[in-house]
């Protein structure tokens, strides 16, 4: 078992910028991909971005330039760094691990974080 504890949400002005940050703890993360999704209220949970066991990162395209995905194996942790934030970006953001390769498939994500508010508002 795997467990995912979120950190760094907040309330943030377009424009802004914060940290997200994922602990894991539990049994080996050794090989597991990694995940960031987010779930506006009413909305289905979709893909922001993804990062493999090796460093390989995707990203949604209404993320891409603006949010950075990154993993420390040793400390077990996987951060995301979301610059010039919009409105539409306000959600509840989710870390996930895949035991698999790196995927943008809920399905496809065995272990889940219980999730974190991050709202973009002036």
């Known amino acids: 078992q795997v467990q995912l504890v979120e950190s760094g949400g907040g309330l943030v002005q377009p424009g802004g910028s914060l940290r997200l940050s994922c602990a894991a703890s539990?049994?080996?993360?050794?090989?597991?991909?990694m995940g960031w999704f987010r779930q506006a209220p009413g909305q289905q949970r979709t893909f922001v971005a993804a990062?493999?066991?090796?460093?390989?990162?995707d990203y949604a395209d209404s993320v891409k330039g603006r949010f950075t995905i990154s993993r420390d194996n040793a400390k077990n942790t996987v951060d995301l760094q979301m610059n010039s934030l919009k409105p539409e970006d306000t959600a509840v953001y989710y870390c996930?691990?895949?035991?698999?390769?790196?995927?943008?498939?809920?399905?496809?994500?065995?272990?889940w974080g219980q999730g974190t508010q991050v709202t973009v508002s002036s």
């Open positions: 539990g049994r080996t993360f050794s090989g597991y991909a």
């Open positions: 996930a691990a895949d035991p698999g390769g790196r995927s943008r498939y809920v399905a496809e994500y065995r272990y």
């Open positions: 990062i493999s066991w090796s460093g390989s990162t």
